[in-house]
């Protein structure tokens, strides 16, 4: 139901903790996982540390966007950083969504430093049964 948007998603991510952080024209990546559950998939995003006003969650037909800053702690005059391994700036991923999926009644929570996104799949999507008829056909006369 989903497809992957990058083959090379680790060697970004090496790259981007090499370069710094994200810019809004350049983010870095978030990881993320994806699975079907009931009648739903559902992608989970890492971002702790991020408030939620500033996760940014878009679709446009079937891709899905997700943007999140994390800015730096306000520290003290008197504070001075002994070490700094928590990445900040722009973090920004996106998904491409198959046609199968309900993109209208798309739900998305935050708790713990998850954004959880629960896509439902499209009544049409569902299995069925088919009705099997008598096999008797009708004559059309012109």
């Not at 680790?10 to 994200?22: H, K, S, T, V």
């Not at 003290?76 to 990445?87: F, G, V």
């Amino acid at each position: 139901m989903l497809m992957r948007t990058d083959p090379f998603r680790e060697m970004d991510r090496l790259a981007q903790q090499l370069l710094g952080p994200g810019t809004w024209s350049k983010p870095s990546v978030m990881p993320m996982d994806a699975y079907r559950e009931s009648d739903a998939y559902v992608i989970a995003f890492d971002i702790p540390g991020v408030s939620k006003e500033a996760i940014d969650i878009d679709v446009e037909r079937n891709m899905l966007t997700v943007k999140a800053e994390r800015r730096p702690v306000a520290k003290s005059d008197e504070a001075q950083m002994e070490l700094s391994e928590r990445p900040l700036g722009v973090f920004s991923r996106q998904v491409v969504l198959a046609d199968t999926l309900d993109t209208e009644n798309i739900e998305a929570d935050y708790d713990a430093g998850v954004l959880t996104v629960r896509i439902p799949i499209a009544e049409r999507a569902k299995p069925r049964k088919i009705a099997i008829g008598d096999g008797a056909r009708k004559q059309i006369s012109s």
